[in-house]
């Protein structure tokens, strides 16, 4: 059996970093174990490119999820990741902090370290800001960060309808407080996604400490005691192990890695009973604590307005915005699913921004199918502080098998109230004096929906649909809270030598996009684990 220092579950978003940063030293080995391939299609690359990864299994896990009674009885799609970069490698590329009460509310649970000023400096020496290093960017990280390459002027005049509804403008969404209207920066370099693979595994893969391997489904963690020390997975139908001198770290993300945690033996001890699954350490809250943000997509269409819809079915536009894109690396096919986001509260008793709108000239049923034929703009908005919680969990101990994944959207009263209002906003802001001259016209959920809560409630569970934010179901929190998974050090409690690294340490969800967070985390790990396993002097 091979022995590495040490060895990492999952080379996504978290998993990349950690990798760039552990091997750094050219005195341990370090294996990366990822179950997707390598990141080498065309579609990874072109940021457009989420419209074919998305639902695609050489890109995509495509979980669903359970029929969810907030939804009306409906399963969604559940994107994640599944190649080199993880969901970096299909997301939205939206460079997004969160806002500087989130990270302050972590550490008022007694996460002590993850107060905003001290993740703040780790966003900044992570980034590669496109105007240079300020007070709150850094410039020469290598997560690059750049404005988007094409304009369109219905987003424009959204911008000002949205400040004829009192939603000021702001040029900068990352200082800490994100309220207003701006475009989104974007993870890309001159016309190209730039993926966590791109920034930060990439450069590592030459070192001779560095091991990458593709294609590996990961199935447990095996113990010597309760110090974890190896690993199993399967690879090419072979089943394979390796050992950790040092430590293993789940990377898999808020699914994956609770199903390697379950399958190991940590978890609920009623729920491995059941399984079979011999028990390590119970710990109840793994695979609970489930937060996602739940986007409402309004769609008006729209006369007199130049939209992706019509551009797209023009096939002499569309052969333009390919020759563009081959030759300037800009048009249309440079596009981040959103391009003008809007924070704004929901209500006067709402201290700061709780509601995310990501807005697009363009429209469609969902992901993965064609775009309409009419003209039409999406207004999508998320509850960004939801109050439901749902949970993920195995459903066998073959890692074959796909996991329960159950949201439970728009469960609590102040969720459905707070979407109620989200698309009272939406709506006023389509009906300000900017946007007149489009006449615009909702299509999605339709004027034949009424204003008061329980429609628009009813309303909300027929067109809600995930934006692909799963956090929180290996949460950070003290020993003393029963469904806390890692400590403030994002140690496993229970056992030795097993940590996780991403967005499932995330006891509250962060007020905006979550991928940045997510590669913050990582970066924060990294040094938190080679401070720990620095020899004594």
């Given at each position: 059996?091979?022995?590495?220092?040490?060895?990492?579950?999952?080379?996504?978003?978290?998993?990349s970093?950690?990798?760039?940063?552990?091997?750094?030293?050219?005195?341990?080995?370090?294996?990366?174990?990822?179950?997707?391939?390598?990141?080498?299609?065309?579609?990874?690359?072109?940021?457009?490119?989420?419209?074919?990864?998305?639902?695609?299994?050489?890109?995509?896990?495509?979980?669903?999820?359970?029929?969810?009674?907030?939804?009306?009885?409906?399963?969604?799609?559940?994107?994640?990741?599944?190649?080199?970069?993880?969901?970096?490698?299909?997301?939205?590329?939206?460079?997004?902090?969160?806002?500087?009460?989130?990270?302050?509310?972590?550490?008022?649970?007694?996460?002590?370290?993850?107060?905003?000023?001290?993740?703040?400096?780790?966003?900044?020496?992570?980034?590669?800001?496109?105007?240079?290093?300020?007070?709150?960017?850094?410039?020469?990280?290598?997560?690059?960060?750049?404005?988007?390459?094409?304009?369109?002027?219905?987003?424009?005049r959204?911008?000002?309808?949205?400040?004829?509804?009192?939603?000021?403008?702001?040029?900068?969404?990352?200082?800490?407080?994100?309220?207003g209207?701006?475009?989104?920066?974007?993870?890309?370099?001159?016309?190209?996604?730039?993926?966590?693979?791109?920034?930060?595994?990439?450069?590592?893969?030459?070192?001779?400490?560095?091991?990458?391997?593709?294609?590996?489904?990961?199935?447990?963690?095996?113990?010597d005691?309760?110090?974890?020390?190896?690993?199993?997975?399967?690879?090419?139908?072979?089943r394979?192990s390796?050992?950790?001198?040092?430590?293993?770290?789940?990377?898999?993300?808020s699914?994956?890695?609770?199903?390697?945690?379950?399958?190991?033996?940590?978890?609920?001890?009623?729920?491995?009973?059941?399984?079979?699954?011999?028990?390590?350490?119970?710990?109840?809250?793994?695979?609970?604590?489930?937060?996602?943000?739940?986007?409402?997509?309004?769609?008006?269409?729209v006369?007199?307005?130049?939209?992706?819809?019509?551009?797209?079915?023009?096939?002499?536009?569309?052969?333009?915005?390919?020759?563009?894109?081959?030759?300037?690396?800009?048009?249309?096919?440079?596009?981040?699913?959103?391009?003008?986001?809007?924070?704004?509260?929901?209500?006067?008793?709402?201290?700061?921004?709780?509601?995310?709108?990501?807005?697009?000239?363009?429209?469609?049923?969902?992901?993965?199918?064609?775009?309409?034929?009419?003209?039409?703009?999406?207004?999508?908005v998320?509850?960004?502080?939801?109050?439901?919680?749902?949970?993920?969990?195995?459903?066998?101990?073959?890692?074959?098998?796909?996991?329960?994944?159950?949201?439970?959207?728009?469960?609590?009263?102040?969720?459905?109230?707070?979407?109620?209002?989200?698309?009272?906003?939406?709506?006023?802001?389509?009906?300000?004096?900017?946007l007149?001259?489009?006449?615009?016209?909702?299509h999605?959920?339709?004027?034949?929906?009424?204003?008061?809560?329980?429609?628009?409630?009813?309303?909300?569970?027929?067109?809600?649909?995930?934006?692909?934010?799963?956090?929180?179901?290996?949460?950070?929190?003290?020993?003393?809270?029963?469904?806390?998974?890692?400590?403030?050090?994002?140690?496993?409690?229970?056992?030795?030598?097993?940590?996780?690294?991403?967005?499932?340490?995330?006891?509250?969800?962060?007020?905006?996009?979550?991928?940045?967070?997510?590669?913050?985390?990582?970066?924060?790990?990294?040094?938190?684990?080679?401070?720990?396993?620095?020899?004594?002097?």
């Amino acid at each position: 059996m091979d022995a590495y220092d040490y060895i990492i579950a999952g080379a996504g978003s978290a998993g990349s970093v950690l990798a760039n940063r552990l091997s750094e030293d050219p005195d341990v080995r370090v294996l990366v174990l990822e179950a997707g391939g390598r990141d080498n299609w065309i579609w990874f690359h072109v940021p457009v490119g989420y419209l074919f990864a998305i639902g695609n299994p050489r890109a995509d896990w495509c979980f669903r999820t359970v029929e969810e009674p907030g939804l009306n009885g409906r399963a969604l799609s559940y994107p994640r990741g599944k190649v080199l970069g993880g969901s970096s490698a299909i997301n939205a590329m939206i460079y997004m902090r969160g806002q500087a009460a989130d990270y302050d509310h972590w550490r008022q649970l007694g996460l002590n370290g993850w107060g905003w000023d001290d993740v703040l400096p780790v966003f900044k020496a992570q980034e590669d800001f496109y105007a240079g290093a300020s007070e709150f960017h850094g410039a020469g990280g290598p997560w690059r960060v750049e404005p988007p390459r094409v304009s369109w002027p219905i987003l424009d005049r959204y911008r000002d309808a949205c400040a004829e509804v009192g939603i000021p403008r702001t040029e900068d969404f990352n200082t800490g407080d994100n309220e207003g209207s701006g475009y989104f920066p974007v993870n890309q370099r001159r016309g190209q996604r730039w993926s966590a693979a791109r920034g930060f595994i990439r450069p590592a893969m030459s070192r001779p400490n560095l091991t990458v391997e593709t294609g590996c489904l990961v199935d447990r963690v095996g113990f010597d005691g309760r110090r974890a020390e190896r690993i199993d997975w399967i690879q090419e139908g072979a089943r394979r192990s390796a050992r950790a001198r040092r430590e293993i770290i789940l990377a898999s993300g808020s699914i994956g890695s609770v199903q390697i945690l379950q399958r190991s033996g940590i978890g609920a001890a009623e729920t491995l009973h059941r399984l079979g699954i011999e028990v390590v350490a119970d710990r109840p809250g793994v695979g609970r604590n489930l937060q996602d943000h739940l986007q409402l997509r309004l769609i008006y269409k729209v006369t007199g307005a130049r939209t992706l819809n019509e551009t797209y079915w023009n096939l002499a536009r569309r052969a333009w915005m390919g020759v563009d894109y081959a030759l300037r690396r800009r048009g249309p096919l440079t596009m981040a699913p959103s391009q003008l986001g809007v924070f704004a509260r929901s209500g006067e008793d709402v201290e700061r921004a709780d509601l995310e709108f990501h807005v697009q000239p363009l429209s469609l049923d969902k992901f993965g199918e064609p775009l309409h034929r009419f003209p039409a703009i999406t207004s999508s908005v998320c509850n960004l502080r939801p109050e439901s919680r749902g949970h993920v969990s195995i459903t066998s101990p073959d890692p074959e098998a796909a996991p329960e994944i159950a949201p439970n959207y728009l469960s609590t009263d102040r969720d459905r109230e707070i979407a109620a209002r989200s698309i009272r906003l939406a709506r006023r802001i389509a009906a300000a004096p900017a946007l007149a001259a489009y006449r615009p016209v909702e299509h999605l959920p339709g004027p034949e929906v009424g204003d008061d809560d329980a429609a628009l409630a009813r309303a909300a569970g027929d067109i809600g649909t995930t934006i692909f934010h799963p956090v929180g179901t290996a949460k950070m929190g003290l020993e003393s809270d029963p469904m806390a998974v890692v400590d403030e050090r994002l140690r496993v409690f229970g056992v030795e030598g097993l940590r996780v690294v991403d967005a499932s340490v995330m006891p509250t969800i962060v007020s905006g996009n979550t991928n940045t967070p997510t590669i913050m985390i990582a970066g924060k790990a990294a040094g938190m684990i080679l401070e720990d396993n620095r020899p004594p002097r």
